[in-house]
């Protein structure tokens, strides 16, 4: 990704982040680290420059996040997700469809962390 400085940052994207299955992503979901960059030459920061997939099996929620700034596409992103192939398989294994979440602060409110422990 280049950062406005023409700094070339490498960032690591997570597409899904399985929280029952990869239980340390948990963490860096808390500490919002997925699919983040920071440049080391200008010291600026982006937050959630990259959408990605919230699982968490045992509390049966999928949760597209995204970054807050494609709020304005809401509708749009909605239509998108309505049409994905695995709502099927969801609906087959009696699991929510689902939810959409713009921003981090989105995402804790909706898996309704509140401290560390309520992620795990």
Known sequence: MECNCGNI????LHQSVNVTINPALAEDVINRKINNCYCKKCGI????????????MRKNKWIWCYP???????????????NFPVNKFLEEMRIE??????GYNELFSIINI???QDIK
């Open 45 to 56: 920061g982006k937050e959630l420059v990259f959408q990605f997939l919230y699982v968490d």
């Open 97 to 102: 469809k689902p939810i959409i979440a713009f």
């Open 114 to 116: 509140g401290d560390k």
């Open 68 to 82: 807050e700034k494609e709020k304005s596409s809401k509708d749009q992103i909605e239509k998108e997700i309505n």
């Open 9 to 12: 940052v490498d960032v690591v």
